[in-house]
T-cell receptor, first 112, second 116 residues
Framework: GDSVTQMEGPVTLSEEAFLTINCTYTATGYPSLFWYVQYPGEGLQLLLK?????DKGSNKGFEATYRKETTSFHLEKGSVQVSDSAVYFCALPTGGGNKLTFGTGTQLKVEL | GAVVSQHPSWVICKSGTSVKIECRSL??????MFWYRQFPKQSLMLMAT?????????EQGVEKDKFLINHASLTLSTLTVTSAHPEDSSFYICSATPGRGRETQYFGPGTRLLVL
């Protein structure tokens, strides 16, 4: 079945460092791909998405490019801030497009 | 736009009691709502999918008699944890989509349940 694999965390970076969180997927066809962010004690927020191959989703300085040749959707940010500390989830729609399958989440901690 | 609220945000109850959690879409009509459960430092586990006006579809292993879901209107779904026990303590999150087959889900802030 469709699945998402994320790199294990936690990831600890210094402020202004470059961030990459890896995400690869297994799916039938070419589904949309999503990154969600969960700040401490809160629900999930949609961070960005891409709906087809070679699309780049971007928001708040974060980017991810949908690469079908490597079945990847890695999340990147050029310069992280302490406020980016959160758990990041990669996801794709399953079950006919109605449900979401999430990766296990990657915790990011940014220190001064 | 696309705001989803949950109430309460925190609830503590005694073992054996029932707890109701509300999920509301504030600025859109949610044909479909989802209920998730999240354990500490783990991903979200989908419990059930609820379509307005019809019975919820539960995921395998989720007891429908224990987790009662009602989606009586296009802006409100409720999850009732019946006869709660300490093992039901968890973070419950709902999400909503504006239409059937729409992929983007908008999430509520979550409800933390502690059963003593």
């Amino acid at each position: 079945g469709d699945s998402v694999t994320q790199m294990e965390g936690p990831v600890t970076l210094s402020e202004e460092a470059f961030l990459t969180i890896n995400c690869t997927y297994t799916a039938t066809g070419y589904p949309s791909l999503f990154w969600y962010v969960q700040y401490p004690g809160e629900g999930l927020q949609l961070l960005l998405k891409a709906t087809k191959a070679d699309d780049k989703g971007s928001n708040k300085g974060f980017e991810a490019t949908y690469r079908k040749e490597t079945t990847s959707f890695h999340l990147e940010k050029g310069s992280v801030q302490v406020s980016d500390s959160a758990v990041y989830f990669c996801a794709l729609p399953t079950g006919g497009g109605n449900k979401l399958t999430f990766g296990t989440g990657t915790q990011l901690k940014v220190e001064l | 736009g696309a705001v989803v609220s949950q109430h309460p945000s925190w609830v503590i109850c005694k073992s054996g009691t029932s707890v109701k959690i509300e999920c509301r879409s504030l600025d859109f009509q949610a044909t479909t709502m989802f209920w998730y459960r999240q354990f500490p430092k783990q991903s979200l586990m989908l419990m059930a999918t609820s379509n307005e006006g019809s019975k919820a579809t539960y995921e395998q292993g989720v007891e429908k008699d224990k987790f009662l879901i009602n989606h009586a209107s296009l802006t409100l779904s409720t999850l009732t944890v019946t006869s709660a026990h300490p093992e039901d303590s968890s973070f419950y999150i709902c999400s909503a989509t504006p239409g059937r087959g729409r992929e983007t889900q908008y999430f509520g802030p979550g409800t933390r349940l502690l059963v003593l």
